[in-house]
């Protein structure tokens, strides 16, 4: 059963692809101008005059390119035979199969051209030539005055016209990365006692403190505890503590240290620190991990499933506040179906011009209960007395109004619309 359109089909200068004109063994009865039909049994094509149907194709004319006379035109018509000729050290010749449809141009002049180079690379001739290539390298920057060798000062070298061997910049960079920090060993960051390094043993805070210290000294925690008995400095595994001032054994305090925390301590609800995401096997939220990041990922699948009628949907409400609805709460203002009938408030019919449209006020109450959108709802049009889906043009010449246009004229109550409101 072919669709049913009420209406003009607007391609908006889409392609129409793979499309069939319709076939037929005699010329219809019905002579609609500008109507195409296929005559399957002369194989031709055939279009309405509002009379009777002809043939579609004409004649045209072929015209020598470099004459403007009318004495070089050539009318071709359907069956006509048009030769193609060669020329001066041309030939044309058809394709190896006596059915094929394809012609070659040849060509047997091969004149020849004299090619020129210049700017770095100069010659000219007509085949094989020679080539002369210019020097494009100034040989004087490479004389031992302008080197700058390892032994030499780099820093007062660095001008353009100097350029440095890789050992002396190898020995720069050395000496640009070579900083104050001196690693001492671990601490035991509860009793301040040192664990490795030169001075295990040592105490760094306690009544009997030996451990001298000096600028760039630096330690790491390697069991966690309070800085010098301070609640308010507390460190973990890997916190680092730097000495800031040159401090003889017995006066080291505190406040002679920067301290580095590692944060490597632990999450809890309130503190950020270290900690993973997971979820259980009936969550309904899916966890993985990529480069240290989690992705959370809804999976309905693991929630455990119902056939009972929905009795809470999860939503946001018009003043986008996160609510639940019962299902019926839900879905009032999504769907609707309507008969297309003037009675009702919220429709209007008007028939002019051989067309029947019907306005669909979408804001009145009696279409979705509450306030709509005619930009927000989508329409599908059915035959009242069958049920099929029928084509018919739909506009929404507001936010308020949809209107269905149909050819002919149409009754109230010959076409149901099923409305959805998607917004």
């Known amino acids: ?27 219809p009865s019905s002579v609609l101008k500008g109507q195409i039909i296929y005559r ?60 094929e449809n394809v012609f070659t141009v040849n060509t047997s002049a091969t004149p020849d051209q004299t090619i020129t180079l210049t700017g770095a690379v100069t010659g000219s001739g007509t085949g ?86 000096a600028t760039g000294d630096y330690y790491v925690a390697t069991v966690p505890g309070n800085f010098f008995g301070d609640a308010s400095i507390p460190l973990t595994v890997g916190d680092q503590v730097i000495a800031d001032a040159t401090v003889a054994a017995g006066s080291v305090t505190k406040t002679d240290f920067t301290i580095v925390q590692a944060d490597r301590d632990l999450a809890t609800l309130t503190t950020v620190g270290i900690g993973n995401v997971n979820a259980s096997t009936t969550s309904g939220i899916d966890v993985s991990y990529s480069a240290g990041t989690a992705s959370l990922v809804i999976d309905v699948n693991e929630i455990n499933s119902s056939t009972d009628k929905p009795s809470k949907v999860l939503g946001t409400d018009s003043s986008g506040n996160t609510r639940t609805f019962t299902d019926s709460e839900f879905f009032q203002h999504r769907f609707k179906k309507v008969s297309l009938d003037s009675t009702s408030a919220a429709i209007a019919r008007a028939f002019a011009g051989g067309v029947t449209t ?20 989508t329409v599908e049009i059915l035959n009242h007395s069958d049920g099929a889906t029928v084509y018919a043009e739909i506009t929404r010449p507001d936010a308020s109004e949809l209107t269905i246009a149909f050819l002919g004229n149409k009754a109230d109550g010959d076409y149901d619309v099923l409305l959805t409101n998607v917004g």
């Open 128 to 213: 094989s030539f020679v080539t002369t290539l210019q020097q494009v390298v100034d040989t004087t920057k490479f004389v031992a005055t302008a080197i700058t060798k390892s032994g030499e000062d780099f820093i007062t070298n660095a001008v353009d016209t100097q350029i440095p061997t890789t050992k002396s910049v190898y020995n720069y960079v050395n000496l640009a990365l070579t900083g104050t920090l001196i690693f001492k060993g671990g601490f035991n960051a509860s009793t301040g006692v040192v664990v490795s390094g030169p001075n295990t043993g040592d105490k760094m805070y306690t009544l009997d403190q030996d451990l001298a210290i």
């Open 40 to 99: 399957t049994d002369t194989n031709q094509l055939k279009v309405a005059n509002g009379s009777g149907y002809v043939q579609v194709g004409g004649s045209f004319t072929l015209r020598a390119a470099d004459s403007t006379s009318g004495s070089n035109d050539f009318t071709v018509t359907p069956g006509s035979t048009v030769s193609l000729a060669g020329g001066t050290n041309m030939t044309v010749t058809r394709g190896g199969s006596g059915s």
């Open 1 to 27: 059963m072919a669709i049913n359109f009420l209406n003009s089909v607007d391609l908006n200068t889409s392609q129409l692809l793979n499309a069939v004109i319709q076939n037929v063994g005699s010329d």
């Open 358 to 377: 019907f306005t669909v006020d979408v804001s009145n109450a009696v279409i979705f209960g509450a306030v709509g959108s005619a930009l927000n709802t």
